[in-house]
């Protein structure tokens, strides 16, 4: 185990403004908005901003506010933020991210989950947090081929037994971070005391019935056929994807940016009200400056060799879990009944607010819930 702290060379930084600044924007529909992808006249703004406005090393020192670690896992050096809170080792929780996202996603929830009576809670709901970076992600070592949930999983409970010491720990996530999740529960259930999900990726081994269930896949499909393109090609092709995007930050930016538009909840605030520029950057940042963007696409053909996305015929999640559901454009919220022929459901909450990205929209609603959940199982 060895610290680490982001470290963003001038030179490169340099380097970087000089290829966004050279870009040359390909031609758009008028009146484009963001019907065919990334929005045209975001994306320009974004990188004038990203050139003129973004302090790169203001972002790193944010990412340095709070300790890291790199920890050799078998083949991989993880990157993990650890921060012993005041539950002083009584409550270990590993938070994993999803894709696009990384470890900044909960930038906004550690200091209220590990210190709570700062922030107008109760001391004994604290949490000591692990936050890892994905193998192929963001600050951790990238693996010598495409590997999936199923396989994190194993690292990360390594990674809490082995490297941290915690030989029981609770388990959240989103996204890719709700399979790991699920696979730590389903593989690994002798060290998870719990799991709390906020998206369903890993499905039980049924078939929807039922008119409730049938609907929800319906409409499942249908988001699939709107918003998954992305999906299907780093599930099918993804180093196709990596020759147009290495050494191209302005299209990596685009690819990811589209992302958070796309699966925030804007009902009731604007793109630029839910995600800052400087947390959008900060986020692209993490991949281009580490060469991450190739190694974290090929993690969906890692799935599919894995099967992560449905359970092995005949299992399902027997550890405590809860499903906190926020209203996400990327996925319809599944049927309770669906949920709970997979997983051992012991809590559901319909969140108010809220998309894909719960911890970085809602991190007020999304720290409330983890610690009601927690509670309830002391």
């Known amino acids: 185990m060895e610290r680490f702290e982001v470290v963003w060379d001038e030179a490169r930084l340099a380097a970087l403004r000089a290829a966004v600044r050279r870009y040359e924007a390909p031609p758009s529909p008028r009146d484009a908005g963001w019907r ?22 203001a972002a790193a020192a944010d990412l340095n506010r709070f300790p890291q ?3 050799r896992v078998e083949d991989i050096d993880v990157h993990a933020v650890h921060v012993v809170g005041e539950a002083e080792g009584r409550r270990p929780l590993i938070l994993t991210h999803g894709w696009p996202g990384s470890v900044h996603e909960f930038w906004q929830a550690i200091e209220p989950l590990a210190f709570p009576s700062r922030h107008g809670g109760r001391a004994e709901d604290a949490f000591d947090l692990v936050v890892p970076s994905l193998p192929g992600f963001g600050f951790s070592g990238k693996p010598a081929y495409p590997i999936g949930a199923r396989t994190t999983a194993r690292l990360f409970d390594r990674l809490m037994r082995e490297g941290f010491g915690y030989p029981r720990y609770l388990a959240q996530g989103g996204d890719w971070g709700s399979a790991v999740s699920a696979w730590l529960a389903l593989e690994h259930a002798e060290a998870v005391r719990g799991i709390h999900l906020n998206y369903l990726l890993v499905q039980p081994d049924a078939e929807p019935a039922g008119a409730e269930e049938l609907a929800w896949k319906a409409a499942f499909d249908d988001t699939q056929q709107r918003l998954g393109g992305y999906s299907h090609l780093q599930m099918t092709k993804p180093q196709s994807l990596a020759y147009a ?9 685009a690819w990811i940016v589209e992302r958070f538009h796309d699966w925030a909840d804007l009902r009731t605030r604007r793109f630029d009200e839910v995600f800052s520029m400087d947390q959008l950057l900060t986020c692209v ?15 969906y053909n890692g799935a599919t060799a894995e099967g992560v996305r449905r359970m092995p015929a005949g299992t399902r999640v027997t550890v405590p ?17 669906w949920v709970e022929r997979g997983y051992a459901l012991t809590r559901w909450t319909d969140q108010p607010r809220g998309g894909h990205f719960a911890a970085m929209e809602e991190p007020g609603l999304f720290v409330d819930d983890l610690r009601a959940w927690a509670r309830a199982l002391d």
């Open 36 to 57: 065919y992808g990334c929005d045209p006249d975001f994306l320009a703004a974004l990188c004038a901003y990203w050139v003129d406005g973004f302090d790169a090393q």
């Open 69 to 71: 670690f790199k920890v």
């Open 245 to 253: 995007m290495t050494g191209n930050p302005v299209a990596q930016a």
């Open 285 to 299: 940042m993490i991949y281009v400056m580490n060469d991450a963007f190739t190694t974290a696409a090929w993690y």
């Open 321 to 337: 879990t809860a499903f906190a559901a926020f209203s996400d454009p990327r996925s319809p919220t599944p049927p309770r009944s």
